[in-house]
């Protein structure tokens, strides 16, 4: 039986993963938020702040990252790693609407949400979101904590690298490889690889940012 859930954050990915969650029929105990003055998500009562989590066991219940923006990649990430830290563990979240081969592989935390495809011999890592009508075509290797914005198309053989951020209706021909963190942006068309760090924009993309914060 899966056990219930607790989302952290409640913002608009939040908002979107609830949404979901309430169609798989999952138990949803709360949500939790660092603003106090936070009303319910559809229904979903504010637990608290991130501490509150702790007085659950971690047998007992499962997360769920609703950070999704692209400004709190970081945070994403760090709530993952600091909560797996202390022994609980990130539910994934597939909505009733998805596609996904049961040939591909999908670590702890992946959320495939509504219209999305996932074709076969994909690896997708831990806390990786296919978001709204994204579609990732065959043997893609995509890392942990990327995003994968509405209605972007990864098209087959591309790898993607931890942390990166494909953005909205962006598309990666094939076997492109994006490297770690690095931002596409929306709307892009990626027709060759892309080093780490940076971000790309337009068609063809090219660079236009150099990261200097990892
Ligand atoms: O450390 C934290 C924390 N920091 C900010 N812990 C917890 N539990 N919550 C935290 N927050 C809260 O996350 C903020 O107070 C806010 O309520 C929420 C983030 O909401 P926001 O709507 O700004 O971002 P989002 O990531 O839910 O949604 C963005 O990304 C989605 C993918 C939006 O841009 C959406 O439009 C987009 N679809």
Redesign the pocket.
């Given at each position: 039986m899966s056990l219930p859930v607790i989302?952290?954050?409640?913002?608009?990915?939040?908002?979107?993963l609830i949404d979901a969650l309430m169609q798989l029929k999952r138990e949803i105990i709360g949500?939790?938020?660092?603003?106090s003055g936070?009303a319910p998500v559809l229904g979903v009562p504010l637990l608290g702040?991130?501490e509150k989590i702790l007085e659950h066991d971690p047998a007992q219940v499962m997360l769920v990252n609703?950070?999704?923006?692209?400004?709190?990649r970081a945070?994403?990430r760090?709530?993952h790693d600091l909560f797996r830290a202390r022994g609980y563990r990130f539910a994934r979240v597939i909505h009733p609407s998805a596609v996904v081969s049961p040939h591909a592989r999908l670590e702890d935390g992946v959320q495939i949400l509504a219209g999305a495809v996932v074709q076969p011999e994909c690896r997708l890592g831990a806390g990786t979101?296919v978001?709204?009508g994204a579609r990732v075509d065959h043997e893609c290797l995509v890392g942990a904590h990327v995003?994968i914005?509405?209605g972007s198309i990864v098209t087959g053989n591309v790898r993607i690298g931890d942390g990166a951020h494909i953005g909205a209706g962006a598309v990666l021909v094939k076997e492109v490889a994006i490297g770690a963190r690095s931002v596409v942006g929306a709307g892009a068309v990626v027709v060759e690889d892309v080093p780490e760090d940076v971000t790309v924009a337009g068609v063809p993309a090219r660079v236009i940012r150099h990261r200097t914060v990892k």
């Open positions: 989302i952290l954050g409640g913002g608009g990915h939040a908002l979107v949500y939790t938020d660092t603003d936070k702040s991130d609703g950070m999704g923006s692209i400004e709190s945070l994403r760090e709530l979101i978001n709204t995003h914005a509405p």
